[in-house]
C-alpha cells in the first residue's frame, strides 16, 4: 500500500506560482509511475500530469503544456508539480496519484490516490 500526502496549494493571483509536492510512503517509490490530476466544482477528475516509473518520461494536458512541470526525486520519494502562469481556469483541487504500471492518462487505471490539495487562482 502507498500513502500519498499532497502540499503546497493555495491562493495565488492570475500569472502567479505554485510549486505542489506529494511525498509517497508504505511503497517502493521507483516502481510506481505517477500523476497529477485535478477537480474543478462540478466537473470529472482530468489527468495534468505524469512521469513514467522508470524512464522518467513526462507528458501533459494540452491545458497545461509548457506552463507546469512534473518532476519526482527518488531519494525523498516526492513527485513534484511547478505551476507557472496560473489563470483562473487552473482553479481546482489537485490530487497526487501513482501506479505500478506505465504511464496513462486516465483517472481509473491509478491505483493510488492522496487527499488532494486546493489552488484557486484569482483574477
Known amino acids: 500500500q502507498v500513502q500519498l500526502v499532497e502540499s503546497g496549494g493555495g491562493l495565488v493571483q492570475a500569472g502567479g506560482s505554485l510549486r505542489l509536492s506529494c511525498a509517497a510512503s508504505?511503497?517502493?517509490?521507483?516502481?510506481?509511475?505517477m500523476g497529477w490530476f485535478r477537480q474543478a466544482p462540478g466537473k470529472e477528475r482530468e489527468f495534468v500530469a505524469r512521469?513514467?516509473?522508470?524512464?522518467?518520461?513526462?507528458y501533459y494536458s494540452e491545458s497545461v503544456k509548457g506552463r507546469f512541470t512534473i518532476s519526482r526525486d527518488y531519494a525523498k520519494s516526492t513527485v513534484y508539480l511547478q505551476m507557472n502562469s496560473l489563470n483562473p481556469e487552473d482553479t481546482a483541487g489537485y490530487y497526487c496519484?501513482?501506479?505500478?504500471?506505465?504511464?496513462?492518462?486516465?483517472?481509473?487505471?491509478?491505483?493510488?490516490w492522496g487527499q488532494g490539495t486546493q489552488v484557486t487562482v484569482s483574477s
Open positions: 496519484a501513482a501506479r505500478e504500471g506505465a504511464g496513462t492518462t486516465s483517472v481509473s487505471e491509478y491505483d493510488y
Open positions: 512521469i513514467n516509473r522508470y524512464s522518467g518520461n513526462t
Open positions: 508504505g511503497g517502493t517509490f521507483g516502481r510506481y509511475t
